[in-house]
């Protein structure tokens, strides 16, 4: 069934108006019509089944018929924080991470990201991995739309991930926990209701990096005994995570 994502305005009594390019979506390229049937969130992980009813110009009416609990998201909210990677790596993140369960993601600057930002172009990059984001939420069925937020320096990145209950950051040198082993020791603890997971890019953080991370308070994870390419890291982390909370 269709799936379409709204803002709780659209809904009035037991309609919802559905404008824009969601409407023209469904009455131009599904070609549907009156009595056929649609799915409705309005990103709180609240999902209506709807009815379709009145076809207007630029404008769809569709009668709510029932509504329930979205259960597509996780029991932990999860931050991903992504240093930025090379080329078009950050994109295939995005969708990932969001068909992986991601709450929300922020790119940030670190000492060995090669790409830096670019502030005349930061505004269009955004605007793009947002479109990127609900596409993916639609496909994969989430309750929420996640939102990309703008690139931040390293030092946003800090401010913004000790917010969480806890923080985990990704590293390859020593002195690590297993992130089996740390997430399921998390499960147990009934307060954590958010996490923040900081993966670097190509190059990994410096020891300097891991130093203030460690400072923070952020727990010190391993991903293996190999090394894995940024957008596999952030995948991986994410699908451990899937698997500790949702899985088992």
């Known amino acids: 069934m269709p799936k379409f994502f709204i803002n709780e305005n659209q809904i009035i009594g037991d309609v919802i108006s559905i404008t824009g390019d969601d409407a023209h979506h469904i ?27 009145q076809f207007l110009e630029g404008e769809v009416r569709a009668r709510i018929v029932d509504k329930t609990k979205s259960l597509s998201e996780l029991p932990v909210k999860i931050h991903l924080f992504q ?19 991601a709450f929300d993601i922020t790119p940030f600057e670190s000492e060995r990201c090669v790409v830096k930002v ?24 989430r309750g929420i739309v996640p939102t990309v937020n703008p690139t931040v320096s ?30 399921k020791s998390l499960r147990s603890e009934k307060s954590i209701s958010d996490i923040s997971i900081i993966i670097g890019s ?45 899985l088992t």
């Open 83 to 101: 240093a930025l990677p090379k080329g078009e790596k950050l994109d295939f993140i995005v969708q990932k991470a969001i068909e992986c369960g």
């Open 27 to 53: 009455s131009r390229s599904l070609r549907m019509a009156a009595g056929e049937y649609i799915t409705a969130c309005d990103n709180n992980a609240v999902e209506y089944n709807c009815i379709l009813e």
């Open 154 to 183: 390293f030092d946003g990145m800090l401010s913004a991930a000790r917010r969480s209950d806890v923080v985990l950051f990704c590293y390859e040198g020593k002195g690590t926990m297993p992130m089996g082993v740390a997430l």
């Open 202 to 246: 190509e190059g990994g953080f410096s020891e300097r990096e891991a130093s203030i991370a460690s400072e923070c308070g952020f727990m010190p994870i391993g991903l293996g005994n190999r090394i894995l390419r940024a957008e596999t890291a952030a995948v991986f982390a994410l699908s451990c995570a899937v698997y500790e909370f949702e």
């Open 118 to 141: 670019k502030a005349d172009a930061e505004s269009r990059k955004t605007e793009r991995r947002n479109k990127i984001a609900l596409e993916a939420a639609k496909q994969c069925g």
